[in-house]
Each structure stands twice: as C-alpha cells, then as structure tokens.
C-alpha cells in the first residue's frame, strides 16, 4: 500500500492490521516514535494523521491510505512544530527524554488547532505519560507558547 | 528503506571528521569490529598509558586518552563512567571535566564508556550508575581528569610555541602566550598533547571554586535538542546489518518450563516468521519485522510445565497473592534482628504513661519506565560478541555474558545506549533481563537479533519493589514528648534478595529510612525479621528509603497528635541540635509561606491542610510540605514544597528537575501505583490495569535548593522519601484519617 509520511510516498509492504508504529519504526527506519505500551495508555507513539493526533500503536496502517501522517522526524518543518521544539529545549523538559517525541507531537496538535489554549484545555490535551515527571515543565512551555512567549 | 545505525557514529550523529589522536586510532586498529568504535581494551604497549599508571597501578581516573577526545573542531569527546538515564550525569560530567580541563560543556559530546578497568572512577572502588552515586562519590577524579588533561594541553603548547609552559595559561578551548599574544586552539594541540604522558596526579592544581564558570550554574542538558525531535537513540531502536526481530512470550509464572506447543506448525506458517524456539522460561519467535515476531509468538499455545525442584530461579508459587503476604507480613514473630538501638526501649515503654502502637505496610512496584527492556546481540565472523542493552552497571553486564557464553570478557563489546528510564530497572536481575534470551536467539539463527519485551513481557517479569509490614511501638513522656521509638520490620530487602539469602550483616537497603534517622529520641531499636518471599525483587528509585520514609515519618506524626504536639515543631524540637536539619526544616517551612497545618479554607473554597517530612536518603538531606485536599473521595495534591540540602551541587536546573522527578514517582507510590498479585501472577500486565500518575494528579512543585557545604550527597533519589508521608500527614490533619498504607487509591476519604 501506498503512504505519505512527512510529506514523501512510500511503498510499504504490510498487513492492513498492522499497528502504524511498527510499520515507522522497523518497515521506514524512522525511530523517534517509541513504543510504550501498545494500548494507547502512554502517548509515546503519538504521530499526527491530517494535522490530528492519533495513537500509533493502535492505529491500523490501512486507516492512514490517502492520510498525511507527520511524525517526529519532520516536525521542525511544521512552523508550529518548530516553536514547540525550541520552547522544549528552552524549557529544558526532557529527562529520560523517551516521551518527549510524543508530547512535542501531542503539543503541537493542540497549538495547531487552538494558536491560544487555556491552562485547562492544555490539561485536557496534554495527557500522555511521563515516568520521569516533566509535566510541570510541559505545561510551562506549552502555557508560554499559548501566550505567544516562546 | 531500512537506516542501518551500525556505528556509534551514526547513532549519536557525530562529526565524521576521524579524531585526529593516535591513542584512538589505537584502539581503533585493537578489537573493534566493523564500525564499531566502542568495546575498545586499552592498548597496554602506549607510551601513555605507562606514564599514566607510572610502571605500576594506575591512579583511578588518570587514563586521560581513555576518556577524552578533542577534535579539530575543538569539540569534546568524553567516554562516561556514567549512564544517561535522563538524570542529567551526561552534562553535569562535561561540567565537571570542562570546568578544569578549560572548555565550554556545550562544546561536549558525551557517551557511555565500555566496560573496562580506566572507568571504574568512583571512591567506592565501584563503577555503577545507582545509588545517586554519579557526581559524588567522582567529583574530585573527575575533576583532576580534566585538569590531567589541561596539562597536557599546556604542555603541548609550550612544544608548539617553543615558551616554557610557566608562560601559558588558557581560555575556553584555547591555550594563551599572554607575552606574544599569540594562542592555539584545543584542537590544534590535541594530537601532540594526547601523545605525551600523562603527568602525575599531584602535579595538578584544581581550580579554586570561587572562580567555577560552569560547576554550580544552570547550564544547558547537553541532549535536550536531540530528545525533544526524535534523535536521540535508545537500545530499543539500534539495528545492524542482517539483523532479525524477536519477541518472546514468558511463563506466567517465573520457574515454570516449557512444555509442548500445542501449534507450533501453524505459528511457524505465520507471516514474517522465521524461527520459533524454546528458551528456558520462555517461547520466542525470530521473525523480519518485531510485529510479525509479536504476533506470533503470542498465538503460540504453550503447555506450561510446573517449576522442578531443581529450579534456578525463584519459583513463583500457584497460591502466591500480594494482599495474603502483606497480612502474613504484619504478623510475623521472627527471629529479630537489631540494626540500630539507643538507650533501653523496652524500659521506657514499660514505665511510659502513654504508648502507641501502629502497624504499617506497603505495596509491591513495578519500575514502569516508558522503554520496554531490548537487547540486541551480534556474533561476529571470529566468534567474537558485540551486545547493546540498557544497563546501569557495564562491567556487571559483561562479567554474565561471559559467564552464560563460555567468552572470555576481551571478545564481548557491551554497547550501553541512552536509557528511556530507570530508576533501578536496568541493574543485574536474574531473569528479568532480556539479553540471556537475545544472546541464545542470535546463536541459533546465526544473525543479530534484537529482542523486544513487551510491556506485558516486561511486566510479569520486572524485580519488584519489595514490600514491608512494620510494627511500631512508641512512648512519650508526661508532657507529651517522644521518649521511644521501636520499629520491627518484617521485610526482604532488595540487597539480600538479589543474594538470595540474608547476610552476616543486615541488609542496608531493608532499613534504610528506618535507621539513620537524626531525631532525638533517646531509646529507639531498629529491628528486622527477614522473610524471604516467593516474588523477584529489586532495587526502585530511592530503594529502602522509598517505603521506610513513609512509615517513619507518619509514624512519627502520630506520636506527635497523640502527645499534642505540633508535628512541625515536634521535629524542630527533635532536631534542636542539629544545625543543619534545623535549617533544612526552617526553610521547607519559610518556602510554604510559613508553617501552617489547617484545616484551612483555600482560594477556591476547598477545605486543605499540609504536612511535613523528613528524609536522610544517599547522603542528602530532605525536608518535604504537602498540601491537600479531598475531591471525589480521593486525595488532591495541590502543593509540594521540598528543601533540599545534597551538600553542594554541579547544576541547580538539573537538580530542580531531579526534585519534580522524585516527587512525581513519589506520589505515584502515594496516590495510585501498585503491582498487586493473585494466584501467582501479575493483575496488571500494562499500563491500562497499572496506573502510573497521569498530568492531572501532579502537584506544583517548589524547590529549594541549600548548599550547606557538608559533604555531597546526591540527587537522583533523595528527593523522593519525603514524598508520601508529607502527603499522608497532611491526608491525616484533613480528615483525622490516619493511612497506614500505599496507595492511598485503596482507601476513601471524606
């Protein structure tokens, strides 16, 4: 079947069943969305499909044929996706930093959709996990880039 | 399509300007293979090196070429002692070596140096990331090597410039004639001066503190770009040439064997597979793509063998319940064990007029860090291995391998990638490591294997956090002061566990948190009755500290209510000889906006109180104030204010970032994390059935940070103890409730 992932065609071999994540990770080479859970409890595989987030470790790759998928690896050619990066690094939230892939996809979704987000829809939006505890720093960068500070 | 990453270079997207120092191209042409650059031994023949070890023992952290590479470009190359598990010991060691050694930690790339005798740096004698040992049991080492290295730097400038290097001195990666005003760069000088012998220790001058540019500064993580867009590479995503996936489905319970494969046929006729195989304790399927592999083996029908009398691993029993064993727990008589006693406890007790008595327990945990367990193996064309795996402790990896392999450890390069968590996961477990499996896969397919677990393979077989019940007796004095304590602690700690068998020595790692304690109390007896029980246990962030902090300091609070006595000032009056606590407490306490317990109305209408606790985790000390209210039954952490005294420290924005860590997993154990086991096995095998806190459930967090200028403690760890009895006294001031267990999710309030 034929995708398109940042923006380029690929030709993937894979069955329709197949988790969209595996087919980013091990059929394309492109790691930086990780596997968590593979329930969509944790968020680590968020990918965007047409501008939205969506859990990759759930998400059958047939359902993203004819979809515009974005994932990590082409998020600083998003302008939003840029200022979310650098709000990060400027926040300095990684730790372990093995969440962060989704949350900056998470992050940028939501500043996509919604430029000015109240603190209460950031909390609604920006609910994947984090075991080393950034999200205080989290919704500090994403509070400056809804205030247009970042 | 596939991105082979077959060399170090590749992963961590170096400069692939070649180094231009002879001792790397050594080691280069010594035992690498292929690309790969790591697992080099030291060349014993350099000149260097002989300087160095001075024809006889070499001084710890003296191998200057071992660690350090500077580049053309004037870039840093370090080889780490220490892994990066996001607890920030990759830039606060380029802050370190860069502060003395003359050269902006930004200009560091820094990676995981191979097992391997130069690395073994810390006072200890040990080489292990753990314990919040990093920084400071290497601080001055590390600091006298970038300082070994700056010499050489000099010396090599003299050579060039043809002046005495009295005339010399330098300036961030440069080296300065101030006479002729002429200067060289690092970079320039780095061939000549990493072939010229390493001076003697003594011969070196630190840099007097007061003059640090870097130590003691919130100076940027040197991976937060690359962890922010996907770039940086853990253990999960490295992939070699020829390398095939594997996936592995556990016995259900740990002990059990593989018996038939009721559709072995059909599995092997799946798509991608390759090879199905037996392992001890585990089916595993090789396939192309690690879903295929998954899939597969998960559909193989496994007639599971009960565990034989000559098990080598702890058989987990049919009958084994986690609530059953807490209960046997809290009624266990003994034999007691004394670890720490003052004065006559069982005297004041007797003649006390007022005695309490509380029993306490805790709950398993599962580490529940976000990268499920990987390991890829490789054998080489000459029989060598090279193996990439998550890991805490190289040269304890290496050793087993070489132990399971029949490899003499020179022919095994261990490969330590960045970890996506730890928090004690990654230390040497016996069967709850997937690289014995990796190592095996690759063996019989004769290609490298990468082994995924997944989480719910990772979950059944995590060493848990263990559990404890304590029994507390106490006795205060006619006016209400505490006189005795006593804490009997029915337990196995993580230490004696790993053993399998307790020592001539208690176990540290039980008590601490019980023991240790600064208060004033004159009679107090730390006890344990050891009690080996049937689950896989291991060591979990802040490790004994993690559930003895809980019970110690809300017991504590409750001698305080049952004497009438303020629990903030009862532990200012306990600590009335301690300049240091008394500081720490005065602070958490001016942090909060002043002491104050409630019940009190909030802003919003809420009805909150606080409370307070103390903790002596690593060598640091902690002081901790919760604020709480109740919502929906269940217990709202809005505040967390910690104060936090490690001695001195390399970087404040880490440290902060450290403290927002510990509290989260802090009140994870508090509010809603517990690995809870019936019938031998695992009620939660993900994170659907094993909440770890969620955005929602963390509080503000507000830090303090006290340099007392005692010895260094550390920071990984310390700043989680404090945690859940902050919360539980604050939980008990609200609403008169005293929980005398975790998590609290497992009780309602009103």
Redesign the interface.
């Known amino acids: 079947m034929e995708l398109r992932i940042n923006q380029k065609t690929?030709q993937v071999d894979a069955?329709a069943d197949?988790?969209l994540l595996?087919v980013i990770?091990?059929?394309?080479?492109?790691?930086?969305?990780?596997?968590?859970?593979?329930?969509a409890?944790?968020g680590?595989c968020s990918v965007l499909v047409d501008g939205n987030v969506v859990r990759s470790c759930v998400t059958p790759v047939a359902g993203v044929v004819g979809r515009e998928v974005t994932?990590?690896?082409a998020?600083?050619h998003d302008e939003v996706g840029k200022r979310v990066?650098s709000t990060?690094?400027e926040h300095?939230?990684?730790?372990?930093?093995?969440?962060?892939?989704g949350q900056?996809m998470a992050a940028t979704a939501l500043l996509k959709h919604n430029p000015k987000p109240s603190d209460e829809q950031i909390?609604a939006a920006?609910?994947?996990?984090?075991?080393?505890?950034?999200?205080?720093?989290?919704?500090a960068a994403v509070h400056d880039l809804a205030k247009g500070e970042a | 399509m596939n991105m082979p990453v077959d060399s170090m270079e590749d992963l961590f997207k170096r400069p692939l300007a070649d180094p231009i120092n002879l001792s790397r191209r050594r080691f280069l042409t010594g035992t690498a293979i292929g690309a790969l650059v790591l697992g080099f031994g030291l060349p014993l023949g350099s000149t260097r090196v002989q300087a160095a070890a001075g024809g006889g023992a070499v001084e710890r952290g003296t191998q200057v070429p071992a660690f350090l590479e500077i580049r053309p470009d004037n870039t840093v190359y370090l080889r780490c002692p220490f892994m990066e598990g996001g607890q920030g010991t990759f830039t606060a060691m380029a802050q370190i070596v860069g502060e003395e050694l003359d050269v902006d930690p930004a200009s560091f790339v820094v990676e995981a140096a191979p097992p391997g005798e130069a690395y073994v740096v810390m006072d200890n004698g040990m080489r292990i990331t753990g314990g919040s040992m990093s920084v400071r049991m290497s601080y001055p080492t590390m600091r006298r090597l970038g300082a070994l290295a700056r010499a050489m730097m000099l010396q090599a400038g003299a050579q060039r410039l043809g002046v005495p290097v009295s005339e010399l001195s330098t300036e961030p990666g440069k080296v300065i004639h101030a006479k002729s005003g002429r200067s060289v760069a690092y970079g320039e000088l780095a061939e000549r001066a990493m072939d010229l012998p390493v001076p003697d220790p003594a011969s070196v001058q630190l840099r007097d503190p007061s003059q640090f540019r870097w130590i003691g500064k919130p100076v940027k993580r040197l991976d937060a770009y690359d962890k922010s867009t996907g770039k940086a590479m853990y253990s999960i995503d490295l992939k070699v040439d020829g390398m095939l996936h594997a996936a592995v489905q556990h016995a259900p319970r740990l002990g059990m064997t593989v018996g038939s494969l009721r559709n072995e046929e059909q599995v092997k006729a799946m798509r991608g597979v390759h090879s199905v195989h037996r392992l001890p304790g585990a089916v595993a399927v090789v396939a192309e793509r690690w879903w295929h592999a998954r899939r597969a083996v998960e559909a193989i029908q496994v007639d599971w063998q009960e565990p034989t009398a000559d098990s080598k691993v702890r058989p987990m029993p049919a009958d084994f319940s986690s609530d059953a064993y807490l209960k046997r727990l809290a009624t266990e008589k003994g034999p007691v064990r004394d670890d720490e006693t003052e004065g006559d406890v069982a005297k004041a007790l007797a003649s006390a007029k007022t005695r309490i008595e509380a029993t306490y327990n805790n709950q398993y945990l599962n580490h529940a860090q976000l990268e499920p367990p990987s390991a890829l193996a490789r054998f080489n064309g000459d029989g060598s291995l090279d193996v990439w795996l998550p890991n805490q402790a190289p040269d304890m990896f290496r050793a087993d391998i070489a132990k399971r392999t029949g490899l003499d450890p020179s022919r095994i390069t261990l490969h330590s990638p960045l970890l996506g968590g730890f928090f004690g996961r990654h230390f040497l477990y016996d069967s709850a490591s997937p690289y014995p499996q990796a190592i095996e896969l690759a063996k019989a397919v004769g290609r490298p294997v990468k082994l995924i677990w997944s989480r719910e393979e990772e979950f059944v077989r995590d060493a848990l956090r263990p559990v404890a019940a304590v029994n507390f007796r106490g006795a205060l004095d006619n006016d209400g002061w505490p006189v005795a304590i006593e804490a009997i602690s029915a337990t196995e700690g993580p230490t004696e566990a790993i053993a399998g068998k307790q020592g001539e020595k208690l176990d540290p790692t039980a008590l601490e948190g019980l023991s240790g304690k600064s208060y004033a109390i004159p009679n107090k007896r730390i006890a344990q009755i050891y009690v080996k029980g049937p689950a896989m246990l291991g060591y979990w962030r802040s490790v004994g500290n993690s559930l003895n902090d809980f019970f110690y300091e809300s017991f504590l609070d409750e001698l305080a209510d049952k004497g009438g006595k303020d629990p903030f000032e009862l532990r200012l009056r306990l600590l009335r000889d301690n300049k240091r606590l008394t500081t720490l407490l005065q602070a958490v306490g001016e942090l909060s906006g002043g002491w104050k317990r409630g019940p009190f109305t909030a802003e919003d209408g809420s009805k909150r109180a606080r409370g307070v606790a103390m903790a002596s985790p690593f060598g640091t000390q902690t002081a901790v104030i919760a604020e709480v209210s109740i919502e929906n039954g269940q217990v709202k952490v809005h505040d967390i204010w910690q104060a936090i005294d490690p001695g001195s420290i390399v970087n404040p924005a880490i440290v902060e970032a450290q403290v927002n860590g510990a509290v989260a997993l802090g009140l994870s154990q508090t509010l809603v994390e517990e690995a809870v086991w019936v019938d031998g096995k695992p009620r939660a095998r993900n994170y659907d059935l094993y909440p770890i806190l969620p955005p929602a459930r963390m509080a503000r967090v507000h830090v303090r940070v006290i340099e007392s200028g005692e010895k260094m403690g550390g920071v990984g760890e310390p700043p989680l103890p404090a945690v859940a009895p902050a919360v539980a006294n604050a939980v008990a001031a609200l609403t008169g409730q005293r929980v005398r267990s975790m998590p609290l999710s497992r009780h309602s309030f009103t």
Do not use: F
């Open positions: 690929y069955d197949t988790p595996w990770r091990d059929d394309l080479g492109m790691t930086g969305t990780k596997y968590g859970c593979g329930l409890q944790c680590a994932t990590i690896e998020i600083e990066v990060w690094v300095q939230v990684a730790q372990c930093g093995y969440c962060q892939s900056v909390e920006m609910i994947n996990l984090c075991r080393c505890g950034t999200y205080n720093a989290i919704h």
